[in-house]
């Protein structure tokens, strides 16, 4: 998989995706919105409907193909049912696990990091983050879990909740393009 893609399922915490889609787009990083149906509308967790790039036919075909490698991102925004519609899409959990495996780098914030990436294999050691309360999957991993607001451990990159959301996006665009574009995006949002 070559790319980097924000993969959204009904349910899904508009915040966490918008906010983070905004940041990693004014750091300069061409980030695609997915939907994981036939269609691109999907309705957030506050019924918002929001139009993504591509449909999830569109994105095997486009960006399946290639060897993933450390700049490939896979972003999972949380909310609920959002998380569990996208760990309930197997074909996508396939894909996730394939991209990390190439050394592909993933996202989550919210509850996707215990609901989403708790399905990667080998996470025991691993620093990580989730929304307050669901911890459990992420311990049960073996996942060294310290409540901050955003984790970057290697690939795994996590944040806890809809607030952090810039927090979180700024995190990415800092693993993509490094601290200074990071810093250059902060300041220019006023944060």
Known sequence: MKGVYLFLANGFEETEALATGDV?????IPVKMVSIYEEKYVTSAHN???AADMTFSEFKSSACAAVSGEH???IFPGGMPGSTNLAD???LMEIMQKHYAEGGAVAAICAAPSVVLS???GLGGKKMTCYDG???PLLDQGVRY??????TDGRIITGRGPGLSIDFGLAILA????????????????L
Do not use: C, H, I, S
């Not at 310290?146 to 984790?151: D, I, K, R, T």
């Open 146 to 151: 310290a409540g901050n607001n955003v984790e």
């Open 72 to 74: 490939d991102v896979m």
């Open 175 to 190: 693993y993509l393009a490094g601290d200074g574009k990071a810093a250059e995006v902060k300041a220019g949002m006023m």
């Open 89 to 91: 899409k197997k074909e």
């Open 134 to 136: 669901f911890e459990k």
């Open 48 to 50: 918002v409907t929001v």
């Open 119 to 121: 399905l990667l294999p």
């Open 24 to 28: 990693l787009k004014r750091g300069g």
